[in-house]
C-alpha cells in the first residue's frame, strides 16, 4: 500500500493559496495560469574513515505563480503562505510577462492535455528515510566505513548516503489539481588504497546505484556486506595491475558503466531544446537534429532505448509532471534509429505533436518548469544471454565495470569515458585487471558497433541524482536502465599517458 502524503504538507493551505493566485492571474488578462507548490526535505551524511564528518538536513519550501499573457511567459515565486501574498505574485508574473512582450522573439503555443482533478501520486517506497533516527543512519555509515577500513590494504574510506523527500502541489486554470509525493536515496562507499613506496593511489566503490526507493534499499536492498570484502580485494588488484596497452579492443560494458555513456551520449542529445539550440549558450547543442527525426542511424538495429518516467523505483519517475501532464512511456531510438525526442507541452506543439510526453519538472520553488530528462533506459535483448556469454564471444578486449570520469563535447559528439575497473579479456576469459583506461569513441560510432546485448537478467536500472542544466542552473535526478553490452573495435587509449602527453 502506498504511503500517505506528508501530513506536514497537507496542512498547508493548497487549495486556498492556488484559488487567490489562479484567479487573480484569470483577472490581470491571463490566457492560462498554474501554481506549484514544492517541499524539497533533504538530508546528507558524510562519514570519512571511522569518523563523521558531517550532517546536514535542509527543508525549501515555497510556490511559484506562472502565467502566460498574450502569448509570454511571465513567473513569479513566494515563501508566504497567505492568500494575499499568492495574489501579489500573481499580479507580479502577469506584470513580468507584459513587461517581457515587446521583447519576446515567439509567441508560446502549447499542446493540449486532459484535466486531472485532484489526483494524488506516491511513489513506491518501504521505509521513508526521514523517520528513521538520524542518529540509526549515521551508525549504518559508520559501521560500513569502519568495517570497510579493516579490510587488507585499505587505507581510507568515504561513506555517505544522501535522502530527498520531495512533495508538489500542482493546479492550474484548466482545472487540473494534483497532490505528488516522491522519496529518493543515493548511497556512497569508497575505499581508498596507498602504495606508500610509490605515492600512488586508487579507489573503488560500491556499484549501488541510487534508486526511487526509501531507507530499505540500504538495509536489504543491495548486498553491501557482501560487497565490502569485493571492494578491498578488487582493489588491491586495481592497484598493483599493469598499465594498459593503447588500441581497438572489443568492449563488454557492464550496467554499471554503460549508464552513464547512455546519459551523456543519448539522454542529453535527445532533449528536444538542446536539438533546436535552447541550450546552446550554455550546456551545448546536439548532432541529433529534427531534420534527422526517422532517419538518423544512432547505431545498430539492436539499439532499443526508451523514455520512461513510469518506471518502479525510477528517479524521474512521477505521476504528472510540472505541465500537468501524465507521466508515460516511449521510443527515443528503435531498432538503431532516431524516433523520437523529450518534450514539454511548448515543444511537442513546435514538433507537430498532439501531447507532450511530461518531461516538465522544475528543481525548486524558485526556478521555472524546464524540459528534463526522464528515465532513458537501452533495452535488453529478450533471448539475449549473460554477461559471462557476451565476454565468450570476445577474443581479445575488455570487461568495464563501475563508472568514474567522462568528457563529451558540445554537441554530444566526441566523448571518452573511463571507469572503476577494467578487466582483460582473452580468449573469452577475464585473465585479471589492468588499468589506466579510457574508451573513445563518437556517439554513432560507438553505438554502430553494438553487436550484443545481455538478456533481462542482466539489466540494472542506474542513474544519478544531479543532472545539471539551465541558466539559472537547476538539477535533476535521472535513472537508466541497461542490461550488459558487447562493442567491437572501440578505440582505447591509456589515460596516464595522455594525461602527461
Not at 546528507?44 to 505563480?65: C, N, W
Amino acid at each position: 500500500m502506498p504511503h500517505p502524503v506528508d501530513a506536514a504538507f497537507l496542512a498547508l493551505p493548497l487549495e486556498l493559496l492556488a484559488e487567490a493566485a489562479l484567479a487573480s492571474a484569470r483577472r490581470a488578462g491571463a490566457s492560462f495560469a498554474d501554481f506549484r507548490v514544492h517541499r524539497l526535505q533533504e538530508s546528507f551524511i558524510v562519514v570519512r574513515d571511522a569518523a563523521l564528518q558531517s550532517s546536514a538536513d535542509t527543508v525549501v519550501l515555497g510556490y511559484a505563480v506562472r502565467v502566460l499573457v498574450d502569448g509570454v511567459w511571465g513567473f513569479a515565486a513566494s515563501v508566504v503562505p497567505t492568500a494575499a501574498a499568492a495574489t501579489a505574485t500573481a499580479l507580479e508574473a502577469v506584470h513580468i510577462a507584459r513587461a517581457l512582450r515587446p521583447v519576446a522573439s515567439e509567441r508560446i503555443e502549447r499542446t493540449s492535455e486532459p484535466v486531472y482533478s485532484k489526483v494524488t501520486w506516491v511513489s513506491d517506497y518501504e521505509l521513508d528515510p526521514f523517520e528513521v533516527p538520524t542518529a540509526a543512519r549515521i551508525a549504518w555509515l559508520l559501521e560500513r566505513s569502519t568495517r570497510l577500513l579493516e579490510q587488507p590494504g585499505v587505507s581510507h574510506t568515504l561513506a555517505s548516503a544522501r535522502a530527498v523527500k520531495e512533495n508538489g502541489y500542482y493546479a492550474d486554470t484548466a482545472g487540473t489539481s494534483t497532490t505528488q509525493q516522491r522519496v529518493r536515496i543515493e548511497p556512497h562507499l569508497e575505499a581508498t588504497a596507498v602504495d606508500a613506496s610509490s605515492g600512488s593511489f586508487e579507489t573503488m566503490k560500491s556499484l549501488a546505484p541510487p534508486t526511487g526507493r526509501g531507507w530499505e534499499y540500504l538495509e536489504r536492498g543491495w548486498d553491501f556486506d557482501a560487497e565490502l570484502p569485493l571492494i578491498a580485494e578488487t582493489l588491491a588488484e586495481k592497484l598493483a595491475a599493469p598499465s594498459v596497452e593503447p588500441g581497438r579492443y572489443d568492449l563488454v560494458i557492464d550496467p554499471s558503466n554503460l549508464f552513464l555513456t547512455l546519459h551523456e551520449s543519448v539522454g542529453h542529445a535527445t532533449e528536444y531544446d538542446r536539438a533546436i539550440g535552447y541550450e546552446a549558450a550554455y550546456a551545448g547543442t546536439s548532432f541529433a537534429t529534427p531534420d534527422q527525426l526517422g532517419k538518423l542511424r544512432y547505431g545498430s538495429a539492436l539499439m532499443h532505448v526508451t523514455a520512461d518516467r513510469t518506471a518502479p523505483h525510477g528517479l524521474a519517475s512521477v505521476g504528472y509532471d510540472d505541465d500537468g501532464v501524465a507521466a508515460q512511456a516511449w521510443d527515443l531510438v528503435r531498432d538503431g534509429v532516431l524516433v523520437g525526442y523529450q518534450l514539454d507541452r511548448v515543444f511537442a506543439h513546435r514538433l507537430g505533436l498532439p501531447r507532450s510526453n511530461g518531461c516538465a519538472y522544475a528543481d525548486s520553488p524558485g526556478n521555472a518548469p524546464m524540459q528534463r530528462m526522464p528515465n532513458v533506459s537501452l533495452q535488453p535483448d529478450p533471448r539475449g544471454g549473460s554477461t559471462e556469454q557476451l565476454i565468450a564471444g570476445v577474443e581479445r578486449g575488455l570487461y568495464v565495470v563501475g563508472d568514474k570520469s567522462w568528457s563529451i563535447d558540445m554537441q554530444r559528439k566526441n566523448f571518452q569515458f573511463t571507469g572503476q575497473r577494467f578487466y582483460e579479456i582473452r580468449g573469452g576469459k577475464l585473465v585479471g585487471q589492468v588499468k589506466d583506461v579510457a574508451y573513445q569513441a563518437t556517439t554513432t560510432e560507438f553505438w554502430g558497433s553494438l553487436d550484443g546485448l545481455g538478456g533481462p537478467e542482466t539489466y540494472v536500472l542506474g542513474g544519478a541524482f544531479t543532472c545539471g542544466k539551465g541558466q539559472p542552473g537547476q538539477v535533476a535526478p535521472v535513472s537508466h536502465g541497461c542490461p550488459s553490452a558487447r562493442f567491437r573495435q572501440v578505440n582505447v587509449l591509456n589515460a596516464k599517458s595522455e594525461a602527461t602527453a
